[in-house]
């Protein structure tokens, strides 16, 4: 393989996967309809019958289930990869998620390691139905013992499941769905950044704004929109939800003053909740203006023909970018 | 039989070797199982009973530990110590044991030194042992029915690992699940009872239905008798009378070779009764009648299973060690447990990941800080 190829992020997951099977043989995939038919998403197309139904496994309609077998063959040495469906289905799993995989180690004083993924496709911006266009990220950062991760390129979602999967603690692995398709750069050589590292994707004097997945492409669409009206953008890319990588966010606001955070999910005790406290807590004087959130409504993700109005474009990311501007 | 327990049909009576009188009498449907049962010497039945009597000292003591404040809480299990120690002991050494959060009986056969159980109902800990270096037996579950899935994954391991069903059934190994008549109703349960059928893992589910789940009965869970919930799932059912210890360990015996051999997975309803409360904090007489407590009583597993020991030559002294035995046991038990100091703090961060993760670091160090600061500060 060349050192590096132009994918779409499924393709790219689909290779980290394949490499993942390859280099560990404790590593298996689970999920509903993850064998024959490759996943809804395609992403494990052609690895059951590359590595066999026992480590790529089609299992019972059953997400509470998945997670609770994962966890068995976990104290058993297994590294399960798991494929919830779609955002608003691991709702089903949430208890074996928080109270079990997350407290595992803990419960055992560290004589138990749990590494699972759960892979999680998440997030709007594809017209589908109720359940199917979710950011249910917060529920999970606010649990002790998880960690979370999304990709918003193909190269970073090549490597960081990887990455995840050889972590010793459970990852939850949020995939932009909306981002499955377009192409990007993938170096198979190496990977540009740790797991739980942010990443600066785009340097600016001006003003701040950090999001994850999907959402990145919208802050690089604004910040170029704002560039030309003379306003300069620095773009942060989460990648970590939990931890979060707080030092390129503090250095940032050192250097700009203002921050906007932005992302698909209810504002309300979110990931940028979370952001906009510890960079008061932390950067208290040299913030020139309050942090804004951009946000989905605190309503129920909205029937799909509504959702460009709930979900945050480069227009809303601009007009908190122009109020920071403003203070 | 009490009017709370759903009955089953004459031709599927349940498994019963002793009556409750203490008679050895095999029901009709116990035939398959005799062949467990007749391996089985007299030590066999004397460990039974002694670990039976010394098990039910154990829980009397930590009630009283609770009631003079040294737990938080206990869970009794007094009562079901023939459907524990009887199953208990069915397993191999090579065996997993997934418990719910009453198996005293089951961690004490496997080795577990009870103070641990005591640390978690005293506040000292969530558990914190190392299965695999206590038998195999797993933590308590306290989220009720969650262990059900964590031991069908186990045993699908132990499948993928060749560890099963390679015809030498003194290495091939399994899984034996305990849970109870409320676990039952949980979706964990079913999907666990899925997902074991439908990948054959080699396993046993144990119910124990005590009739009780705190304070409502076992008819308001099922209208069916569990054990024939079993059918439903595709996979064999079967009662037995969860208060004979040699009934309740042949069956399990048998259906755990079975799913060493290959033969998937099995549900046993083991019939018994939670004779003290749900735990510490209830007052069982607020829901359930004397008499209906009476009837079990009257069912109790040691003493039939003293009747029929004396009936075959055990000696006054056997029986007068044992007790002897228990009274050490519990007083061990009390003793430790009162010289119980706090838990380290670093226990409450130390073992959150696996991997370094900034928080904790950053957590920990403040609280060092804060708490040094009263004592430098003073």
């Known amino acids: 393989m060349s050192e590096t190829t132009v994918l779409p992020m499924a393709r790219a997951l689909n290779a980290g996967l394949r490499q993942a099977l390859i280099d560990d043989p404790k590593v298996l995939l689970m999920g509903e309809d993850i064998g024959p038919l490759g996943g809804v998403f395609r992403v494990t197309e052609g690895l059951q019958a590359e590595f066999g139904d026992l480590r790529v496994r089609d299992t019972p309609l059953a997400e509470s289930g998945i997670v609770g077998t994962a966890i068995g063959m976990a104290m058993r040495g297994y590294r399960p990869v798991i494929e919830i469906q779609f955002d608003g289905f691991i709702f089903p799993a949430f208890d074996q998620i928080t109270t079990q995989l997350a407290k595992m180690r803990n419960r055992h004083e560290g004589q138990m390691t749990m590494p699972i993924v759960i892979r999680v496709p998440y997030g709007g911006h594809i017209g589908a139905i109720e359940h199917h266009q979710e950011s249910p990220e917060a529920y999970f950062a606010h649990t002790p013992g998880l960690r979370l991760v999304s990709p918003s390129t193909p190269n970073d979602a090549y490597w960081m499941i990887q990455e995840a999967i050889r972590s010793n603690d459970p990852v939850l692995f949020f995939e932009p769905k909306s981002r499955y398709w377009p192409k990007g750069e993938v170096n198979f050589e190496s990977s540009a950044a740790g797991l739980h590292q942010a990443r600066v994707v785009q340097t600016g004097d001006d003003v701040t704004v950090v999001g994850h997945g999907a959402m990145v492409s919208v802050l690089l669409q604004a910040a170029k929109v704002a560039a030309t009206e003379g306003t300069s953008i620095e773009v942060i890319d989460l990648r970590s939800l939990s931890p979060i990588d707080y030092g390129p966010i503090l250095a940032s606001v050192q250097k700009t003053g203002r921050l906007v955070v932005a992302q698909e999910a209810p504002g309300s005790v979110s990931i940028g909740s979370e952001i906009a406290a510890t960079v008061a807590e932390r950067a208290f004087y040299a913030l020139q203006a309050p942090v804004l959130r951009v946000s989905g409504f605190d309503v129920p993700f909205p029937p799909a023909k509504l959702e460009t109005l709930y979900l945050p474009d480069a227009d809303r990311i601009l007009e908190a970018v122009d109020r920071s501007l403003a203070y | ?378």
């Open chain 2, 1 to 378: 039989m009490p009017s709370s327990a759903p009955e089953a049909p004459p031709e599927e009576q349940m498994v019963q070797l002793l009556t409750a009188e203490g008679t050895f009498q095999p029901s009709a449907s116990a035939e398959a199982y005799l062949p467990y049962v007749e391996k089985l010497a007299d030590e066999d039945h004397q460990r039974f009973y002694r670990d039976m009597v010394v098990v039910r000292r154990f829980d009397s003591e930590a009630a009283n530990l609770q009631r003079n404040g040294q737990l938080a809480l206990w869970p009794p299990s007094s009562g079901q110590e023939a459907a524990q120690v009887g199953s208990g002991h069915a397993a191999k050494p090579q065996d997993h044991i997934f418990p719910s959060y009453r198996e005293h009986a089951v961690a004490m056969i496997r080795g577990v030194d009870l103070l641990r159980l005591i640390e978690m109902m005293r506040g000292n800990s969530h558990g914190g042992w190392n299965p695999s270096e206590h038998g195999n037996f797993h933590l308590y579950s306290v989220v009720i029915g969650t262990q059900t899935l964590h031991a069908t994954g186990y045993a699908m391991a132990m499948q993928l690992d060749g560890a099963t069903n390679t015809a030498n059934p003194d290495t091939d190994e399994a899984v034996l699940v305990y849970f109870g008549d409320g676990a039952s109703s949980q979706g964990d349960v079913s999907e666990a009872l899925v997902f074991a059928a439908s990948y054959q893992s080699p396993q046993v589910f144990f119910l124990q239905n005590n009739h009780w789940a705190i304070s409502v009965p076992v008819t308001r869970q099922s209208r069916t008798p569990l054990y024939r919930r079993a059918d439903g799932f595709g996979m064999p059912g079967v009662r037995v009378d969860g208060n004979d210890v040699l009934a309740s360990y042949a069956v399990t015996a048998k259906l755990l070779d079975d799913a060493r051999a290959g033969q998937g997975p099995a549900l046993v309803e083991a019939l018994t009764y939670r004779v003290g409360a749900h735990t510490t904090s209830d007052d069982p007489s607020k829901y359930r009648t004397a008499s209906e407590l009476e009837s079990w009583i009257a069912r109790d597993p040691i003493a039939r299973m003293r009747t029929w020991l004396e009936g075959r030559g055990a000696s006054a002294a056997f029986f007068a060690g044992v007790e002897d035995e228990a009274a050490d046991f519990a007083a061990d038990i009390r003793r430790r447990t009162v010289a119980l100091g706090p838990p380290p703090t670093a226990k409450m961060f130390d073992h959150v990941y696996a991997e370094p993760h900034p928080m904790m670091a950053e957590q920990s160090a403040w609280l060092s800080a804060y708490e040094a600061s009263f004592v430098s500060g003073e």
